[in-house]
């Protein structure tokens, strides 16, 4: 199984600069996640690596072979990449049967009737599908049309198999369900995979790595705990987890700001420049008073000023100190609207970052120290 | 120093080459750019090339006149367009037409909106009795070849000015003025019924789409119904309604053949009728400025919808999903406004019909007793007549032009129809966004320029050789080729738009399973788009049935289509034989069309969008 490795590439439509610049290295076997708001540029990536797209500089190369690199006038065609590759819309073609469908590539790749055959039942049935096998696509339901495309793909064994956004139109429980199939394929035949989506949760329970995406560029490569606990940027902080990150904004002059500036400046003064800071929603927790509050913790005396039950969990909306603060929790709450309390945050879960938005990684190790 | 500036300008310029070499590699990777730039070179030469030869012949020397424009043949001269536009004989062959074509278009743009303009209310906002019915029936007119009426006018309100059979009236004892047989009222009458199905077609639909909720809201500021459609609804539908109007204006900028039947007798010409004879009379010069500025007139008529349309759309709300379509009740008026629909369907299909049908199984006009009634003009022998001694239908000229009909519209529109699909192909998918752009435009340009001035530009072009291509006046050549031009039009917004409909995703999906450009048209594209290219191919060889303007200027007897052959027919004054190739021909087009609306489960009205 082959590795996927993009070198300095952008992509540009006339004026329009689609990818600035993106290295990304995929590892053989990886199930890699581009995450990120429409528009940025995630599937123009996985278009490239199918070759749907050209680049307009830099170079792409899959396993040993490069694929495209226009500084040496490189281009293999799609259908010389031995690729799979699942589309939003499925793109079944409607006009050929399920088993049709699934068979087309076997068929191209000159396989004997009977083996053939054999391939196209052993993958229908493996998703289900086995049943609807003489209908057309027309026929069938947005999840069972999920599951063709996906077989389509699969029975002729690509090595990179590119999926972008194939979970979108399925309901919620079918969306868990192919989730797991696609875990479970990935396991079972360690194929390297690429995946787009903008659903966070998706990008999380999947995949080994997130590649988070922003107007061209890469924001943060790293592992599903990495993006959500040590966002590099303040945008991969805000696009990940909901409900969102509370963010405070050390321009803002309230009550609270000033209280965490002092607060970092008397106890961490070795953390300088910081721009702002953010706390995740269930890293908060309520106590009665000042007292609640462990030694070196962060906290602040706070209205509740509403309490939305969500099913199974409660978002509590704070106001303290000129700001509203939301915070998440499991536990039935036993506050009531318009008390006064104390939040605090552990130190660890504070995310400091610089005036630019970015990530003082040089806090973190402070900050784990004190809290240690 | 240089010696580095030198490398580093080699490097440069090396890197420029490989950046060339990758964007060619990459535009032709796919035969999709040689495609596009084949059909552009192809649609250049059917296109472009005729129109600048007619262009060509209006400034330029032709063969013949040399003595008179004073310079040699090709030689440059202003000769054609001061004889035109300027000489004394200008009015005659210039300006009084343009008036006519005015008077006549003007008059029946506002007949067909006045009666368009009711009927569409009644059939798309009122509970009138058989509603649905008269939706479908007063379209009828359209399907049906516009000359179609001016033949059965005749049959009815012929007097002495012209020879042949009587007509019914004058049979009856009534002799009918010249100014009610011939001329400038029949004309616009018959025109005016034969569009008056565009404005209930463009203005029905506006009017169905009509939100009632913007009517309510009105309703409860106080408005009254009559404040209401003046301020509300009429200024909404105004888009639909100026597009229906040029649409009519333009198409009777190019009318032929209703003219021709009812003009000719009183001297009566319009452009394309003026263009005709000075093409018959060899007047090639002449006929170029005519012809060019029939094409002008058609050009500046559509921008000007363009425009027009492109202005009024800025404040036109696309009913929401929600939208309600109350009927209005017409109470008391219910019977006399179906009346009013039975009526203008009796005038625009029944009478006509009926009246050429009846014309050719009777002995004497207008008498109607049985020993009158013969089936011989249809399959009679040895008929008591100079020429034409057997019945129509065993005629062999009749079953010749039946099947160059059938053979050159029939492959005109599987061509058209193939290559629509192809320029659609090319125009989607080219990375060449200009090559896109020219192939979108090139094809389209043939429904600006009316057909007569379309047919003349070939003439222009193919009647002598040119280079490796030999004359192909005379040929079926000459009317396959101007006929697959003049229905790339609509060939190719099929083409562009089935193609757009499908996306790209399907033939993507085919790619990274590892199929070819070939494998993928084949086994992808095409079948995929079955339905589209046969909608493609079907509707342009129902209009081509019916087609006369074109085929006049091009076809002689040995290519003659159904068309002409009933025109030379009515030259020749065998009233009944015309009478009836034009009922067969007006029986293929609808019956055609119906066919083809159940076949591709379209409807007419989306065809006549713009």
């Known amino acids: 199984m082959p590795g996927i490795k993009l070198k300095n590439v952008k992509k540009s439509y006339g004026s329009y600069e689609a990818i600035h610049q993106l290295d990304l290295d995929v590892a053989d076997g990886e199930f890699l996640c581009l995450l990120g708001p429409s528009g940025c540029g995630k599937t123009t990536t996985l278009r490239m690596i199918a070759g749907l797209e050209n680049l307009s500089s830099g170079e792409l190369a899959v396993g040993e072979r490069i694929v495209d690199c226009p500084e040496t006038a490189t281009f293999i065609a799609p259908e010389k990449r031995g690729m799979g590759l699942v589309f939003q819309s499925y793109a079944l073609w409607p006009h050929l049967t399920v088993e049709q469908n699934v068979e087309f590539g076997l068929k191209l790749r000159k396989f004997a009737k009977a083996a053939r055959q054999q391939r196209t039942t052993e993958v229908m049935e493996a998703l289900g599908i086995g049943a609807y096998s003489k209908r057309l696509p027309s026929q069938l339901s947005g999840g069972q049309q999920q599951r063709v495309a996906l077989a389509r793909m699969l029975a002729v064994n690509p090595d990179v198999l590119l999926l972008d956004e194939p979970l979108s139109n399925l309901d919620a429980r079918l969306r868990l369900e192919m989730r797991a199939e696609l875990k479970r394929i990935h396991t079972q035949f360690s194929t390297t995979i690429v995946f787009v989506t903008h659903d966070q949760w998706e990008a999380m329970t999947l995949a080994d790595t997130i590649a988070v995406m922003n107007e061209g560029t890469l924001q943060q490569l790293g592992t599903p705990d990495d993006i959500y606990d040590r966002p590099a940027n303040r945008f991969v902080a805000e696009f990940v987890g909901s409900p969102p990150i509370n963010i405070l904004d050390f321009e803002n002059t309230g009550d609270l700001v000033q209280g965490a500036k002092k607060f970092l400046a008397r106890r961490h003064s070795e953390i300088s420049g910081v721009g702002s800071v953010g706390i995740r929603p269930e890293s908060i927790s309520l106590v009665a008073g000042q007292d609640g509050l462990s030694e070196g913790e962060f906290g602040a005396p706070a209205r509740v000023a509403a309490i939305l039950p969500t099913g199974g969990s409660w978002i509590i909306e704070l106001e303290t100190g000129g700001e509203v603060i939301f915070m998440n929790t499991h536990v039935a709450p036993a506050m009531r609207e318009g008390d006064q309390m104390w939040f605090r945050v552990p130190t660890r879960a504070l995310n400091v970052f610089d005036a630019k938005g970015n990530r003082i990684y040089a806090a973190d190790q402070v900050l784990a120290a004190a809290a240690a | ?610």
């Open chain 2, 1 to 610: 120093m240089s010696e580095t500036a030198q490398s580093v300008d080699r490097r440069a310029g090396n890197r420029w080459v490989t950046r060339l070499k990758y964007r060619t590699r990459i535009a032709m990777r796919e035969p999709t750019t040689l495609i596009g730039i084949l059909m552009a070179a192809l649609f250049s030469y059917l296109v472009v090339v005729p129109i600048v030869s007619i262009l060509l012949d209006a400034v330029q020397t032709q063969f013949g006149d040399a003595r008179r424009t004073g310079t040699e043949v090709g030689g440059w001269t202003g000769y054609y367009i001061h004889r035109t536009f300027l000489s004394p004989i200008a009015q005659d062959m210039f300006w009084q037409p343009l008036r006519n074509t005015l008077s006549v278009a003007f008059g029946a743009i506002a007949i067909s909106v006045i009666v368009g303009g009711i009927l569409a209310w009644l059939v798309s906002r009122t509970d009138m009795l058989a509603r649905r019915w008269f939706a479908t029936a007063l379209i009828v007119p359209y399907m049906l070849p516009a000359w179609t009426f001016a033949l059965a006018w005749t049959t009815l309100f012929k007097n002495r000015t012209v020879g042949g059979q009587q007509g019914w009236i004058e049979a009856m004892g009534f002799t009918p003025p010249d100014w009610l047989a011939y001329g400038q009222v029949p004309i616009t009458i018959i025109l005016a019924l034969h569009y008056t199905p565009f404005i209930i077609l463009l203005f029905g639909s506006a009017l169905r789409r009509f939100d009632s909720q913007l009517e309510d809201s009105a309703r409860m500021l106080g408005a009254s119904r009559a404040r209401i459609s003046w301020s509300i609804i009429l200024p909404l539908m105004k888009p639909a309604l100026i597009s229906a109007i040029v649409l009519i204006f333009a198409k009777c900028l190019g009318e032929f053949g209703v003219a021709y039947v009812l003009g000719l007798p009183v001297k009566f010409d319009v452009l394309a009728t003026s263009l005709y004879r000075n093409l018959g009379s060899r007047q090639t010069g002449v006929a170029g400025v005519l012809a060019a500025s029939i094409m002008i007139l058609g050009i500046m008529t559509l921008l000007i919808d363009a425009y027009l349309v492109r202005e009024a759309r800025k404040f036109v709300t696309v009913g929401s999903k929600g939208s309600m379509n109350r009927l209005t009740n017409l109470r008391g008026l219910r019977l006399p406004a179906t009346l009013f629909a039975a009526f203008i369907f009796f005038i625009s299909v029944g009478l006509p019909v009926m009246t050429l049908f009846l014309s050719t199984v009777m002995h004497v006009p207008a008498r109607f007793t049985w020993e009158n009634f013969t089936l011989d003009y249809w399959i009679g022998t040895d008929l008591d007549t100079v020429a034409l001694k057997n019945g129509i239908l065993l005629t062999p000229e009749l079953w010749k032009a039946a099947w160059n009909t059938l053979w050159i519209v029939g492959s005109a529109s599987i061509v058209s129809g193939l290559l629509g699909l192809l320029v659609g192909y090319a125009v989607v998918r080219t990375p060449l966004r200009f090559l896109g752009t020219f192939l979108r435009q090139v094809t389209f340009f043939p429904y600006l320029v009316p057909g007569i001035a379309f047919a003349a530009a070939y003439l222009s072009l193919f009647a002598v050789p040119r280079g490796p291509i030999p004359a192909l006046y005379g040929t079926m050549a000459i009317l396959i080729l101007a006929l697959i031009a003049d229905q790339m039009p609509y060939a190719s917004r099929a083409g562009i738009s089935a193609m757009m409909q499908l996306g790209k995703e399907p033939e993507e999906a085919a790619q990274v399973a590892g199929s070819g450009w070939f494998h993928r048209m084949t086994r992808i594209v095409v079948p995929i788009q079955k339905g589209s290219l046969v909608t493609g191919v079907l509707l342009p060889f129902i209009s081509g049935i019916k087609g006369l303007s074109l085929f006049v200027v091009l076809a002689v007897p040995s290519t003659d289509v159904l068309t002409t052959y009933s025109l030379r027919l009515v030259d020749y004054n065998y009233t009944q034989a015309a009478n009836a190739v034009v009922l067969i021909v007006a029986g293929l087009a609808y019956f055609g069309t119906l066919t083809a609306q159940k076949l591709t489960k379209t409807n007419l009205a989306e065809g006549l969008g713009g």
